[in-house]
């Protein structure tokens, strides 16, 4: 849109939405912003910052190939699961368990012993003592 002093927004709403709500419902912006239209089988989600591509799984191939379908959950894949073509679920990896702090003890117990003077010359060495 070219602007002229006749078509520069006088109050916030005349600004144009950005981005378009049709985006944030899951609408595939490419076509909009000079890309090839997705495939089917994606899903476009924009969340604040961020813009996610995910994989659409049916509910039948959910019924019917569940463990593989999860297995691609477990590699850390999102997936959305749609019914009669419309999203009603998100399938995603569930975050990794924080450590007990016996585990941290545990751990710390086997690492090598730091030797601080060295420790000191090997990052002196390293940094600009200007810092």
């Given amino acids: 849109m070219a602007l002229s002093p006749s078509t ?13 709500a049709s985006w944030r419902d899951g609408e595939d912006p490419g076509p909009a912003l000079g890309c090839p239209k997705l495939p089917e089988a994606f899903s476009m ?12 799984v049916s ?19 999102a997936l959305i699961v749609t019914r009669d073509g419309a999203e009603v679920a998100e399938l995603r990896p569930r ?27 090997d990052i002196d060495a390293d940094l600009d003592p200007a810092l």
């Fill in 95 to 121: 975050p990794p368990r924080g450590r007990s702090a016996a585990d941290l003890i545990a751990r710390r117990r086997h690492l090598p012993p730091v030797d601080p003077d060295m420790l000191r010359r």
């Fill in 8 to 20: 520069i927004p006088t109050s916030a709403s005349e600004l144009p939405m950005f981005p378009p």
């Fill in 59 to 77: 509910v039948r191939e959910l019924r019917n190939h569940g463990g593989e379908v999860l297995d691609r959950v477990a590699r850390g894949e």
């Fill in 45 to 56: 989600r924009l969340t604040g910052d961020t813009l996610s591509l995910m994989d659409v």
